[in-house]
């Protein structure tokens, strides 16, 4: 998303951050969580809603109108009027306005979980449900399968962590399977544990080694990522006995690679050269 579309990003997440200072903690961010993926599901099937709602030759009052037309009966005041604020920016194209109602619902429902205290467990529970569709390409066919019918999807989701993981965690699960995206579920669901960590101000850092890491070797690695990228740095720590031996430490696009599969694999190639 770039040029007007972030601006208009940004300034609705700076007004809904506003709106919910003003509220209890957690309070009504659920509702605004499930009435905007709602919004976010109809601007995916009526490509012709995404173009009025964005359409820079009308007014922003006239789009505003368009949704009190629409949704009002449908959608709590809340979230009904986080999306009149979105329709109410300038957005390059359609299809950014549908991301941006996306990633609204998604810091809603992550603000619920921090209201209720379980936001570290939900963050904790996106990032290892990822990683075990990493390790088994049979879960993530069928859960990614088009011709499996939703229902069945959701009951395997139930299966696998119905009281196992805390409730919003299976909920935005639930989604991430149910949505139709042009990502991988696996990036669609680091994208959330990415949302958590921004909401405490700190970066993600996904750590593979083969071995568990001691309280004290947490404690050293999150104490020296922090200093380098100047802010808390959250762990997540991925036991992968193809690493052999050393860590590899994955924030945003950069990777520190220091493992011994990676250093065997650079003395293959220098033969090979």
Do not use: C
Not at 86 to 113: F, Q, Y
Not at 114 to 130: I, K, N, Q, T, W
Not at 213 to 241: C, F, H, I, K, N
């Amino acid at each position: 998303m770039q040029g007007a579309s972030r601006d208009a990003l940004k300034n609705t997440l700076a007004r809904f951050e506003e709106q919910l200072g003003s509220l209890p903690d957690g309070a009504g961010s659920n509702d605004v969580s499930e009435g905007l993926y709602a919004v976010a599901a109809l601007l995916d099937r009526e490509p012709s809603l995404r173009r009025a709602l964005t359409d820079p030759a009308s007014s922003p009052a006239s789009r505003r109108a368009l949704v009190d037309g629409l949704l009002a009966a449908q959608l709590p005041a809340l979230p009904l009027g986080v999306l009149k604020d979105m329709v109410a920016e300038r957005w390059s194209g359609p299809a950014d306005l549908a991301e941006a109602v996306e990633r609204i619902a998604a810091t809603a429902a992550l603000n619920a979980a921090e209201g209720d205290g379980v936001l570290d467990d939900v963050e904790d529970e996106l990032f290892r449900f990822a990683r075990l569709l990493e390790r088994e390409p049979a879960l993530r066919a069928a859960l990614t399968d088009p011709g499996l019918p939703d229902e069945n999807k959701i009951s395997l989701i139930d299966t696998l962590l119905g009281g196992k993981a805390k409730p919003a965690t299976v909920r935005l699960v639930e989604i991430a399977v149910t949505r139709s995206r042009k990502i991988s579920l696996e990036t669609a669901l680091d994208h959330l544990v990415e949302l958590a960590a921004t909401r405490r101000s700190r970066y993600v850092a996904q750590v593979r080694v083969a071995r568990p890491l001691d309280e004290d070797q947490q404690t050293r690695l999150a104490t020296s990522l922090a200093r380098v990228y100047g802010r808390e740095v959250q762990l997540q720590v991925d036991l992968d006995p193809t690493v052999l031996g050393g860590i590899e430490v994955r924030v945003g696009d950069e990777v520190i690679d220091g493992t011994v599969q990676r250093k065997l694999l650079d003395v293959r190639r220098s033969l090979a050269g």
